[in-house]
Every structure is written in structure tokens, then in C-alpha cells.
T-cell receptor, first 112, second 110 residues
Framework: DAEITQSPRHKITETGRQVTLACHQTWNHNNMFWYRQDLGHGLRLIHYSYGVQDTNKGEVSDGYSVSRSNTEDLPLTLESAASSQTSVYFC???????????FGPGTRLTVL | QKEVEQNSGPLSVPEGAIASLNCTYSDRGSQSFFWYRQYSGKSPELIMSIYSNGDKEDGRFTAQLNKASQYVSLLIRDSQPSDSATYLCAVQFGNEKLTFGTGTRLTIIP
């Protein structure tokens, strides 16, 4: 069955370290998204991609970057982790503009 | 800035009753509307989508859309304890990215 996976599921890192969170989908969806979810803020969009070599900034993109070299993967990199980036990160994908997005299981990141 | 508003709850409903969840949005031109269910510690799961005014039914779930009044609602009939979760409303204008509400926490009381 097609699915969307994220790794690692849990990560503890130190301030200033570079961290990469992986997202892999086998739906063959063109659209992929990264969100963070924090209490009181709901889901906030970090970066998104509408296809290979396409990346776009979301509402909370500072300190994060993505690259899209193939259809299946959209890794999220924290260039220099900060305590404010402690959060739960969700990757999502969608087939079309009007279809809903399907979410991965999430990565809980703690920055000490 | 496009906004999506939901009552954060918690909303407590007796088992077997109808749970009614509401969502309002600011962008009158919004075209696509979604309801997600999120269990504690899990990822959001798409449960309903609606694009036209009126009702859309899927099993025990009914989504209702009123574009003139800019609200979308989710009814859950015969509520079960397994329906206890946070429900997220999401709204999309054209091919733009989704805007999510902060969610309503629903508790079904046995």
C-alpha cells in the first residue's frame, strides 16, 4: 500500500547542530508539505513543493530549508537548531490542488 | 491574512448523541474545505472534504457548508468513545496552500 513515512520518529539534539528530518512518500504525489505543530498555534506551514526542483517558503520558514530532487522525498533541514524549534513536525502530500493532504506519522524534535 | 476559527473546546458529548463541530473562515473566495481528526500523539487524518454548499454524508459523519455565511460544520451521529479526538478544520482558496484552524477537542462521555 502507498504510504508516507518520516524518520526519525523522535530526535533530541543540541542547540546549534544541523538536523535533517526525512519524509518519503510512495503515493507518487507531486505536492509535498512540511508543518510544525505547537500548542496554541495549530499546524503551521514551513516549506512546500509542487514538484521536483520546486520549493517554496511557508509562514514559518526562517531557520529551515528543503530540497526536492525526486518525487518521493522532501527532507527538511534545520541549519542551526534552536530551542524555539522544539516541536512536532509533520510531512504531508497531496495529489491535486483540490484534494486533501495526507500526513505522515510525525517527528518529535527536542532541541536542548 | 486568511483565518480559520474554531472553538478550542473541550466539547463534551454523551455517547450516542450528535456532536456538532463548527468552523468559520475569513476568505469569502475559499473553495475547498476539509475536516481532519487527530488523536492525541498521532498525525491528522483526513475524514471529510466538501466543495459545494449543502450537506455531504459519509457514514456517521456529515459535513455542512454555507459559503454565504462562511462556515463549515461537522456532525457526528451516534457518537462513540472512539470519536474522542481533536478535529481540525482546513480551508483552501483555489490552488493555494491549506489554512488550518487550531482544532476543537471533542470528548465523548460513556
Amino acid at each position: 500500500d502507498a504510504e508516507i513515512t518520516q524518520s526519525p520518529r523522535h530526535k533530541i539534539t543540541e542547540t546549534g547542530r544541523q538536523v535533517t528530518l526525512a519524509c518519503h512518500q510512495t503515493w507518487n504525489h507531486n505536492n509535498m508539505f512540511w508543518y510544525r505543530q505547537d500548542l496554541g498555534h495549530g499546524l503551521r506551514l514551513i516549506h512546500y513543493s509542487y514538484g521536483v526542483q520546486d520549493t517554496n517558503k511557508g509562514e514559518v520558514s526562517d531557520g529551515y530549508s528543503v530540497s526536492r530532487s525526486n518525487t518521493e522525498d522532501l527532507p527538511l533541514t534545520l541549519e542551526s537548531a534552536a530551542s524555539s524549534q522544539t516541536s512536532v513536525y509533520f510531512c504531508a502530500s497531496s495529489e491535486s490542488w483540490q484534494g486533501g493532504q495526507f500526513f505522515g506519522p510525525g517527528t518529535r524534535l527536542t532541541v536542548l | 491574512q486568511k483565518e480559520v476559527e474554531q472553538n478550542s473546546g473541550p466539547l463534551s458529548v454523551p455517547e450516542g448523541a450528535i456532536a456538532s463541530l463548527n468552523c468559520t473562515y475569513s476568505d469569502r473566495g475559499s473553495q475547498s474545505f476539509f475536516w481532519y481528526r487527530q488523536y492525541s500523539g498521532k498525525s491528522p487524518e483526513l475524514i471529510m472534504s466538501i466543495y459545494s454548499n449543502g450537506d455531504k454524508e459519509d457514514g456517521r459523519f456529515t459535513a455542512q457548508l454555507n459559503k454565504a455565511s462562511q462556515y463549515v460544520s461537522l456532525l457526528i451521529r451516534d457518537s462513540q468513545p472512539s470519536d474522542s479526538a481533536t478535529y481540525l478544520c482546513a480551508v483552501q482558496f483555489g490552488n493555494e496552500k491549506l489554512t488550518f484552524g487550531t482544532g476543537t477537542r471533542l470528548t465523548i462521555i460513556p
